[in-house]
């Protein structure tokens, strides 16, 4: 088949469906945003950062890996955080935990699989000036002396911060 062929249909096929399927692809961005919209209206949303918005269990970093932690080990995790001596706050359906150390503040971020991961950022954060961060992950498999691991961690991260 000839170059000028290929090219007739596939200008006849955009032609014709070309618009159907954009359409189709509109119809279903929308409807995944208002998805979106009701679950951040419904679910729990975790505040892991002073300035970002608040984020569903599977948005965020550990979610393009596709590695979130089961519903019914949100608890647990958060008692551990708890445990090393964060504090809880929950403000409608946005839920923080927080540990404030001199000069910086810990976020925790309990909805990875497997890990909490700690964001430290400068205390009190500073939007308009360049946000410095660190972080650091604290597997689940850790069983004891948990106080102690997590304060060498985070003395670590401050280090290096």
């Known amino acids: 088949m000839s170059g000028a062929a290929l090219e007739l249909g596939r200008t006849y096929v955009?032609?014709?469906y070309g618009e159907a399927e954009?359409?189709?692809e509109e119809a279903e961005k929308a409807e995944k945003a208002r998805l979106t919209a009701?679950?951040?209206s419904t679910e729990t949303l975790y505040?892991?950062?002073p300035f970002e918005p608040s984020e569903l269990i599977d948005e965020g970093y550990h979610a393009w890996f596709g590695k979130c932690r089961a519903i019914d080990l949100l608890s647990w995790a958060e008692a551990r955080v708890l445990a090393l001596g964060f504090n809880r706050h929950q403000e409608e359906n946005v839920l923080t935990?927080?540990?404030v150390r001199d000069e910086h503040i810990v976020?925790?971020?309990?909805r990875s699989?497997?890990?909490i991961r700690f964001n430290i950022f400068k205390n009190p954060?500073?939007?308009s000036k360049r946000l410095k961060k660190s972080h650091f992950d604290f597997p689940d498999n850790f069983a004891h002396d948990l106080k102690a691991k997590f304060e060498e961690r985070l003395a670590t991260a401050l280090l290096l911060f």
């Open 107 to 110: 976020f925790a971020d309990i």
């Open 125 to 127: 954060p500073n939007k």
């Open 14 to 16: 955009e032609r014709n």
């Open 38 to 40: 009701t679950r951040r």
């Open 22 to 24: 954009a359409a189709a």
């Open 47 to 49: 505040k892991v950062h």
């Open 97 to 99: 935990l927080t540990l």
């Open 113 to 115: 699989a497997k890990k």
